[in-house]
């Protein structure tokens, strides 16, 4: 009898990490070994929690590549891959394509002149949100449309320009509610129901199953809201990939739809 599984595409992260792209922040020293360090924490988190994890190709060169999430969106059987929205990214897309196409996948891909970049993609249920701005352009946004209108989801827009992804902003939690760090949210009533964070890192969910919230370490008090909800949580410590504006969300593709016998 076939069961699901749940897997995670992840990816290494390369050696000239510290040479990343960052937008909205200053650029800060990257620590490569304790990064390193950090991403088989996050593996291993995963790990403990019921995922298994499928490693994608090297992209050589491509600092940003351990980013992972930022190169296809996967909604159901079907999965859109991006065309990031700065020219050093663009290559780290072909190598997850051939993963999630062995997987079995419906392959899609956003073509000039739409651009789309994964983090600015959060799903609830068939309404999938993606955030318009810096990475993310009106014709990616367009295109995402057409192709998973086919899996019978609805697209809605939703301004990002004060943060990298419309992720770095908001995340959902299990129950559909959005929780997202204030000040750099820009229409908290674009979602039905939107609790607003303390810390910005506390904005940041990966939703584990059973009730478990996988979280940056650094937003205790976050945490402990998140925990008053009945939530449990696992702190990852994260903070070389926060450098890059990164977060636990960017840092893998989650897969929960894959049949195993």
Not at 140 to 168: C, M, W, Y
Request: overall charge negative; some cysteine.
């Amino acid at each position: 009898m076939a069961t699901r599984t749940r897997v995670a595409l992840v990816r290494q992260p390369e050696s000239n990490l510290a040479d990343g792209e960052v937008t909205h922040i200053e650029r800060s020293p990257v620590d490569l070994a304790k990064a390193r360090e950090q991403w088989l924490g996050y593996i291993a988190a995963l790990h403990d929690h019921g995922w298994s994890t499928i490693e994608v190709e090297p992209a050589p060169g491509c600092a940003d590549s351990v980013f992972v999430e930022d190169a296809a969106v996967v909604h159901g059987r079907s999965a859109l891959l991006c065309r990031p929205g700065v020219d050093s990214r663009r290559a780290e897309v072909s190598a997850v394509g051939v993963r999630l196409a062995e997987l079995g996948y419906r392959i899609g891909e956003i073509t000039a002149p739409g651009t789309l970049d994964g983090g600015d993609v959060m799903q609830i249920g068939a309404t999938i949100y993606i955030g318009l701005g810096g990475r993310t352009n009106a014709a990616g946004i367009a295109q995402a449309a057409e192709f998973f209108a086919g899996d019978d989801a609805t697209v809605v827009t939703v301004p990002n320009t004060r943060v990298l992804h419309l992720k770095s902003a908001v995340t959902a939690l299990p129950d559909g509610r959005v929780i997202g760090y204030e000040p750099v949210v820009e229409d908290p009533a674009a979602f039905d129901a939107f609790i607003a964070m303390p810390e910005e890192s506390g904005a940041h969910v990966v939703n584990l199953g059973d009730d478990h919230l996988l979280m940056s370490a650094n937003c205790p008090q976050s945490q402990a809201a998140l925990e008053a909800f009945g939530y449990t949580i696992v702190p990852v410590d994260i903070s070389e990939y926060e450098k890059l504006e990164g977060c636990v969300t960017c840092l893998s593709i989650r897969l929960r739809d894959l049949p195993s016998v």
